[in-house]
T-cell receptor, first 113, second 114 residues
Framework: AQSVTQPDIHITVSEGASLELRCNYS??????LFWYVQSPGQGLQLLLK??????LVQGIKGFEAEFKRSQSSFNLRKPSVHWSDAAEYFC???????????FGAGTRLFVKA | DVKVTQSSRYLVKRTGEKVFLECVQD?????MFWYRQDPGLGLRLIYF???????EKGDIPEGYSVSREKKERFSLILESASTNQTSMYLC?????????????FGQGTRLTVV
């Protein structure tokens, strides 16, 4: 069965510092991978997605993610964090057939001044 | 822009009540989903539907049912609400079957069962 693991429940970074959020997946075939962001009291918004091709994908708000098949990882990065990036971040994989999106438990990002 | 609208942002219901959560999408999406979100557990799939009148159980369907009479509307029903169903409920929709792409989410309904 597919699964997604986000090892960090929460992370605190200083404004202007770099960020990396970890995501590992378990999936037998080529995965379709996503990162979503949820601001407080809101639904989820897509940051970026990976289907195939270039393993470094660019998303909105200055985020990028790198797919590493050998490590079964899809880590999210941002070179310089802004206070408005404080939110919860979810990594997700879509299963074969494209019906179900399976989410990780989420990583809550705190940004300190 | 795709819009997924959930009928209520906040609901307070009593134990044993029958509760309806409504979700409407305006992009002619075939797939619709109901998730439950709890701290530390991420989003867990309750039910999904890939066509009108079609439904499939997700990972935690117990205590819930769904209805999809029209393509744009997907309802989640708590037959007899219990306190352990206090949670945030998120509705989502996505593109046609077989075309993998992102899911679009509503704002969520925070349900409290007292």
């Amino acid at each position: 069965a597919q699964s997604v693991t986000q090892p960090d429940i929460h992370i605190t970074v200083s404004e202007g510092a770099s960020l990396e959020l970890r995501c590992n997946y378990s999936y037998g075939a080529t995965p379709y991978l996503f990162w979503y962001v949820q601001s407080p009291g809101q639904g989820l918004q897509l940051l970026l997605k990976y289907f195939s091709g270039d393993t470094l994908v660019q998303g909105i708000k200055g985020f990028e993610a790198e797919f590493k098949r050998s490590q079964s990882s899809f880590n999210l990065r941002k070179p310089s964090v802004h206070w408005s990036d404080a939110a919860e971040y979810f990594c997700a994989v879509v299963n074969t057939g494209g019906f179900k999106t399976i989410f990780g438990a989420g990583t809550r990002l705190f940004v300190k001044a | 822009d795709v819009k997924v609208t959930q009928s209520s942002r906040y609901l307070v219901k009593r134990t044993g009540e029958k509760v309806f959560l409504e979700c409407v999408q305006d992009m002619d999406h075939e797939n619709m989903f109901w998730y439950r979100q709890d701290p530390g557990l991420g989003l867990r799939l309750i039910y999904f539907s890939y066509d009108v009148k079609m439904k499939e159980k997700g990972d935690i369907p117990e205590g819930y049912s769904v209805s999809r009479e029209k393509k744009e509307r997907f309802s989640l029903i708590l037959e007899s609400a219990s306190t352990n169903q206090t949670s945030m409920y998120l509705c989502a929709s996505s593109y046609p079957t077989g075309a993998v792409d992102e899911a679009f989410f509503g704002q969520g309904t925070r349900l409290t069962v007292v």
